[in-house]
């Protein structure tokens, strides 16, 4: 597949992340490539989503896929959990459930079980990144990401998806020397994926936390900070931006920034006003629209969208972004509006 036809934005995401001035505000989208796209979904009806992420030709395509929308940045095409097959722990997709963990942890021997991979057993993931960087150079940004240890140890415990993580906390709470391993074997198998995708090509990486919201802040303070912060704290050693995003996070945004990144990401139910008060403008910010309000029209949408933009304004550092990822069925012609928007409104 050919490199799309892109604008040049030069390093506007990476100077925003860097709090250093920008011409506009640069904007992102969590999840942008993928099923709220007729191109993924016809490419999904002849592959799996594994067949997808482990071939690089076909997850630099689905890469591409949303840039001609005017995107500043371009995320790697790949999932969280990829590091778990290689780990000892194999999964798959099931059609309208999600992930599932063929044999999730039950007690300390199945940690035990768990590999501490090398990078390299994730070559697909690397060699994706160096294709990436090599046909988008000069143009937009290239993001890596990883999946946070608390959020993939849930996986991990719970087997796929859960509401109540009970699983998770009873390993946390009742058995902490196991859920430390676990969560020690996870964090430096990210630390060595972030690493080698930097290496790779990517001029920025992104923690994902979805389910840490779960904990409140003693209990992220003794789980799971120390974990991350084993991650974060040696990334930002490479002078590559670190985005550290979770969901529900509000009542742990200051031991979030604590723990590490260079780039704090704030889900869409804290005002990006007071995320900003709670952190201050030594850090740069990246949020926060609500993912739904791209269903609504395009008023609405970009009357939340000048919100955000004003409670930032002045700030040293903020990339656009939602408060989550896109939904499906999100309508493209809302995205590639909202995109438009917030960089005319945001023009210095």
Excluded at 223 to 242: A, S
Excluded at 285 to 314: C, H, I, W, Y
Aim: aromatic letters at 8%.
């Amino acid at each position: 597949m050919k490199p799309p036809v892109l604008v040049d934005t030069k390093d506007r995401f990476l100077k925003a992340c860097r709090r250093e001035p920008v011409d506009r505000t640069p904007i992102w989208l969590m999840r942008q490539a993928g099923r709220y796209m007729a191109e993924y979904r016809a490419l999904r009806a002849k592959h799996s989503m594994l067949e997808v992420c482990k071939t690089p030709e076909l997850a630099v395509e689905v890469t591409y896929q949303p840039l001609h929308l005017g995107m500043d940045a371009a995320i790697l095409f790949a999932d969280i959990l990829l590091p778990l097959e290689p780990m000892g722990a194999p999964f798959d997709f099931a059609k309208g459930e999600g992930p599932v963990i063929f044999e999730p942890i039950k007690d300390r021997a199945g940690v035990e079980k768990l590999r501490v991979i090398d990078a390299g057993e994730l070559g697909y993931i690397l060699e994706t990144l160096r294709i990436l960087r090599r046909e988008l150079a000069g143009k937009v940004a290239l993001i890596g990401f990883a999946g946070a240890p608390f959020t993939l140890a849930s996986y991990l415990i719970e087997g796929g998806k859960s509401s109540h993580f009970v699983k998770t906390k009873k390993v946390m709470y009742g058995e902490p020397e196991t859920w430390h391993l676990l969560m020690q074997k996870l964090s430096e198998v990210v630390r060595r994926l972030l690493r080698a995708q930097i290496d790779a090509g990517a001029q920025a990486v992104q923690l994902f936390d979805s389910w840490v919201g779960q904990l409140g802040p003693e209990d992220y303070r003794e789980y799971v900070l120390p974990h991350v912060q084993h991650i974060l704290k040696d990334l930002e050693e490479t002078g590559v931006p670190v985005i550290h995003f979770g969901t529900g996070t509000s009542t742990i945004l200051p031991l979030q920034k604590e723990a590490g990144g260079t780039v704090i990401g704030i889900d869409f139910r804290l005002p990006m006003g007071q995320a900003r008060k709670l952190l201050g403008d030594d850090v740069a910010l990246q949020g926060n629209l609500d993912p739904t309000t791209l269903f609504a029209p395009p008023a609405v949408f970009e009357a939340r969208a000048q919100s955000v933009l004003d409670q930032m304004k002045g700030a040293p550092g903020h990339v656009f972004n939602l408060g989550h990822g896109i939904l499906p069925e999100t309508p493209v012609d809302n995205v590639k509006r909202l995109i438009d928007f917030v960089h005319e409104k945001s023009a210095r």
